[in-house]
């Protein structure tokens, strides 16, 4: 579809076919390893290839900015803090934070790398 249709709508259809794939339920998957984000990131780079017209193995990246779409990381981040300034109050989030300057182990309230890794101490980081 590519020669027929302008930059505008093929935007439009990433934002209809590929973008709700890549947003469903990324608070949550969005901790997976590396190894894992960097292969969705590879897609999410292939399908804006398609939208700009480069061949593969061309970098993209500076194409983000110019087609106003966020990569995987920066999305991720973006839904993240959409979903907890929606779940709590600026004031329950402050209550949240570490108030003290001395080093504790437990500083985000988190005992263990999963625990660091949640919503809560994700979001609050």
């Not at 390893?33 to 292939?46: F, G, P």
């Not at 988190?110 to 809560?120: C, V």
Request: glycine share 4%.
């Amino acid at each position: 579809m590519r020669p027929f249709l302008d930059n505008k709508s093929m935007v439009d259809l990433y934002y209809t076919f590929f973008y709700p794939h890549l947003i469903y339920g990324i608070e949550f998957w969005g901790h997976a390893s590396k190894t894992d984000l960097k292969k969705i990131l590879v897609l999410q780079k292939a399908a804006l290839r398609v939208l700009v017209y480069v061949k593969p193995g061309k970098h993209v990246t500076s194409f983000f900015s110019k087609l106003k779409i966020m990569p995987l990381k920066m999305l991720f981040e973006f839904r993240l803090l959409k979903l907890l300034l929606k779940t709590y109050s600026h004031e329950e989030i402050s209550k949240l934070m570490p108030n003290h300057e001395y080093n504790t182990r437990n500083k985000t309230k988190a005992d263990n790398n999963r625990g660091e890794r949640s919503l809560l101490c994700s979001g609050i980081k």
